[in-house]
Nanobody, 121 residues
Framework: QVQLVESGGGLVQPGGSLRLSCAAS????????LAWYRQAPGKQRELVAHITGFGIRGYADSVKDRFTISRDIAKDTVYLQMNSLRPEDTAVYYC???????????????WGQGTQVTVSS
């Protein structure tokens, strides 16, 4: 089992940047993969980015070239650097621990509480 705690959300203007953090309760090197999801009001939760234990990254097309997922193994923390933010990026962002098989990320039932990101002028 693992507990995940997100932080770093807030209100930002279009074109701005935010960095989200996800602190895990155990050594993230022992976790197959970690990911960021987001859920906007009235929409389904969607996968934004993932990173495997080997450091292989994957991104949704909507955030490619704007968002970067990274990790600090010493701090058991995963980050999501979000640049060039758009109003459509507004959502609650969640951290998840799961597995990657082939090129596909499969979430396990380990979710953080979420952090709100609002992009608005």
């Amino acid at each position: 089992q693992v507990q995940l705690v997100e932080s770093g959300g807030g209100l930002v203007q279009p074109g701005g940047s935010l960095r989200l953090s996800c602190a895990a309760s155990r050594n993230i090197f022992t976790i197959n993969a970690l990911a960021w999801y987001r859920q906007a009001p009235g929409k389904q939760r969607e996968l934004v980015a993932h990173i495997t234990g080997f450091g292989i990254r994957g991104y949704a097309d909507s955030v490619k070239d704007r968002f970067t997922i990274s990790r600090d193994i010493a701090k058991d923390t995963v980050y999501l650097q979000m640049n060039s933010l758009r109003p459509e990026d507004t959502a609650v962002y969640y951290c998840n621990a799961g597995v990657v098989r082939g090129d596909t990320y499969y979430p396990d039932d380990y979710w953080g509480q979420g952090t709100q990101v609002t992009v608005s002028s």
